[in-house]
């Protein structure tokens, strides 16, 4: 597959253990947040998302936490298994009616490696 | 129910032409936008098309252009291509504009 992420940070992680991603965001304006996994040669896939009247949401498995005041967005994984290796990337999606809506700015990504 | 489509999957262009690749959106997508993800970084946002017309561009030059088709289909053309428009280009749909965004899997570009 393609060497994706030379330069990005990394997490790894033993299989069961959990995993926390970590992401700041620069516009205070975006009221939309979305978590995305992209494993090599695929796009990038949907996880959860929240928006920005909301400090946690809880999907299958996985947790965001938004904290508007530092602009910071965390993505946790229960129970971590390998098929959750894959770059994880943060989006911003802007805020209705504004300039940016309607177009996602994504963070650097962070390759997590979870082993057996 | 298909996801996002998108062709081809591989291409190889030499420096100076000109190519367009396409992307079917997910059943009940109306809006459509394209990315384009240089190896080892996030996906940059190239624009946005809705009812056919382009409602949000980000900071590419004007070789990159695009069209939506009335059955929201979309086009994805760049022209005198360089070396460093080699990357995967992705293409988004999603029901409304800002929200529930599908990626497809993308066509890799490779310029020689």
């Known amino acids: 597959g393609e060497s994706v992420g030379l330069h990005l940070p990394t997490l790894s992680v033993q299989e069961g253990d959990n995993s926390i991603i970590n992401c700041a965001y620069s516009?205070?304006?975006?009221?939309?947040f979305i978590w995305y996994k992209q494993e090599s040669g695929k796009g990038p896939q949907f996880i959860i998302d929240?928006?920005?009247?909301?400090d946690k949401r809880q999907g299958q498995r996985v947790t965001v936490l938004l904290n508007k005041t530092v602009k910071h967005l965390s993505l946790q994984i229960a129970a971590t298994q390998p098929g959750d290796s894959a770059v994880y990337f943060c989006?911003?999606?802007?805020?209705?009616?504004?300039?940016?809506?309607?177009?996602?700015?994504f963070g650097q990504g962070t390759i997590l490696t979870v082993h057996p | 129910d298909a996801g996002v489509t998108q062709s081809p999957t591989h291409l190889i262009k030499t420096r100076g032409q000109q190519v367009t690749l396409r992307c079917s959106p997910k059943?009940?997508?109306?809006?459509v936008s394209w990315y384009q993800q240089a190896l080892g970084q996030g996906p940059q946002f190239i624009f946005q098309y809705y009812e056919e017309e382009e409602r949000q561009r980000g900071n590419f030059p004007d070789r990159f252009s695009g069209h939506q088709f009335p059955n929201y289909s979309s086009e994805l053309n760049v022209n005198a291509l360089l070396l460093g428009d080699s990357a995967l280009y992705l293409c988004?749909?999603?029901?409304?504009?800002?929200?529930?965004?599908?990626f497809g899997s993308g066509t890799r570009l490779t310029v020689v």
């Open positions: 989006a911003e999606g802007g805020n209705a009616g504004g300039t940016s809506y309607g177009k996602l700015t």
């Open positions: 988004a749909s999603s029901l409304e504009v800002g929200r529930g965004y599908t």
């Open positions: 929240i928006r920005s009247n909301m």
């Open positions: 059943s009940g997508h109306d809006t």
């Open positions: 516009n205070s304006a975006s009221d939309y």
